[in-house]
């Protein structure tokens, strides 16, 4: 079965530009969260979908926004770029049904560069 | 302070060794606790889940809670060059299935 898929892999924009990322959870899964990490840190959490639905977020400024599919796919936008956003981008499925048992299994990242 | 404290390394050991990852949290309200394994460049890969205090195994590793000192381990045994990777510690509340707080990452280098 694959697993969470994420494109693209590397991406370069500069500051004050739009990037979109994407990201296919695995089969069966209908929720999606999103983090950030920072070179040399954990990743920190950015949003949680759940059925096109937000469920959780993280403390990221309003430049960051996300929606989730029909089909439980999920972007991440992030508008008006600093060179500090520039970081891999992680997207993380889970069935989402119960959260109390909930597990993420995490694709292998975005590379955003911000000249 | 930061909710859950890890130390980065870099943590050095020879092939064999047993190793010793360890987290602090400061929130008693976190209820489970994971351990992630990401190789460079990767994404994290989940190694162990746990909820209650005390050990899980599961192969070379085992996972320890200590919910009274708000403490965690991740031991390795046998250790492999194939180990060589950072850890990281996480951890959620109940009732936030999607949002985990992360350590900062231990980068553990296994020599032969």
């Known amino acids: 079965d694959a697993g969470v898929t994420q494109s693209p892999t590397h991406l370069i924009k500069t500051r004050g530009q739009h990037v979109t990322l994407r990201c296919s959870p695995i089969s069966g899964h209908k929720s999606v969260s999103w983090y950030q990490q920072v070179l040399g840190q954990g990743p920190q959490f950015i949003f949680q979908y759940y059925e096109k639905e937000e469920r959780g977020r993280g403390n990221f400024p309003d430049r960051f926004s996300a929606r989730q599919f029909p089909n439980y796919s999920s972007e991440l936008n992030v508008n008006a770029l600093l060179l500090g956003d520039s970081a891999l981008y992680l997207c993380?499925?889970?069935?989402?049904?119960?959260?109390?048992?909930?597990?993420?299994?995490f694709g292998p990242g975005t590379r955003l560069t911000v000249l | 302070q930061k909710e859950v404290e890890q130390d980065p390394g870099p943590l050095s050991v020879p092939e064999g060794a047993i190793v010793s990852l360890n987290c602090t949290y400061s929130?008693?309200?976190?209820?489970?606790f994971m351990w992630y394994r990401q190789y460079s460049r990767k994404g994290p890969e989940l190694l162990m889940y746990t909820y209650s205090s005390g050990n899980k195994e599961d192969g070379r590793f085992t996972a320890q809670v200590d919910k009274s000192s708000k403490y965690i381990s991740l031991f390795i045994r046998d250790s492999q060059p194939s180990d060589s990777a950072t850890y990281l510690c996480?951890?959620?509340?109940?009732?936030?299935?999607?949002?985990?707080?992360f350590g900062q990452g231990t980068e553990l280098s296994v020599k032969p």
């Open positions: 993380a499925s889970s069935l989402g049904s119960d959260y109390t048992t909930d597990t993420q299994y």
């Open positions: 929130n008693s309200a976190f209820q489970y």
């Open positions: 996480a951890m959620r509340f109940y009732n936030q299935g999607g949002k985990l707080i």
